[in-house]
């Protein structure tokens, strides 16, 4: 299996190979990276290469500090391994080709992506948090369980997806200042006054006037 893969790696290995890769790789990771919903991509073992760009286009990055993998190299072996997340590219004479480049710089800044790429770095699940790569470290599936839930606090669909889009807004450097603020005012005004929002003012207004009630029976 292995041996194969690497096979249809040199039959691809040419420039329209590297046409087709590119184009249909960085499509997926651009359609990731704007998707109305919030990507988490947790890592476990080592992200090297391809994985490592895919890591990249998503929202946010979770990570083992120690996860359980499987390496194959002529035999199985199930062992402990630090989690890792590798930018080793260069060692294959190529350099990030899926679109990752610009998600790298964007989440790791333009010397430290310069640094981990031009040495192919494979880097350390604590060093990548303190970097900013990594969002948020886990010991084991109750911690990854208890994060997730985070995400479940906002009842309101609208204002989870307006969360995502005011992000990426500002986020990225092709726009002006002024494109900005009006894409801001545009993703502010879709959710100001719509139901989810009427409602949470008459919840708010509810609990206020049985908070009131309950005062005045306590005197």
């Not at 184009?23 to 994985?51: C, F, H, P, Q, R």
């Not at 350099?95 to 998600?103: Q, S």
């Not at 990225?172 to 502010?188: Q, T």
């Amino acid at each position: 299996m292995e041996m194969l893969r690497l096979r249809d790696f040199l039959q691809i290995a040419s420039e329209e190979g590297s046409y087709v890769m590119n184009t249909v790789m960085m499509s997926s990771l651009k359609k990731l990276a704007n998707s109305d919903k919030v990507s988490i991509a947790v890592l476990e073992g080592s992200t090297m290469g391809g994985a490592s760009e895919i890591a990249s286009a998503c929202d946010i990055r979770v990570a083992h500090r120690k996860a359980k993998a499987s390496l194959t190299f002529f035999e199985f072996r199930d062992f402990l391994i630090t989690c890792s997340v590798g930018f080793v590219q260069g060692k294959m004479g190529v350099c990030p080709g899926w679109g990752g480049g610009r998600f790298l710089v964007k989440t790791l800044g333009t010397a430290r992506a310069m640094e981990y790429l031009s040495t192919a770095a494979v880097v350390g699940a604590e060093e990548l948090h303190k970097a900013g790569f990594i969002s948020h470290l886990i010991d084991n599936e109750d911690d990854l369980t208890e994060y997730l839930k985070r995400f479940s606090r906002l009842e309101s669909k609208h204002a989870f997806v307006a969360a995502k889009r005011m992000v990426v807004n500002y986020s990225g450097k092709n726009r002006n200042p002024k494109e900005r603020e009006e894409e801001e005012r545009r993703i502010f005004m879709s959710v100001w006054g719509h139901a989810d929002h009427k409602k949470s003012i008459h919840d708010i207004r509810e609990n206020l006037i049985r908070a009131k009630k309950e005062k005045s029976h306590k005197k």
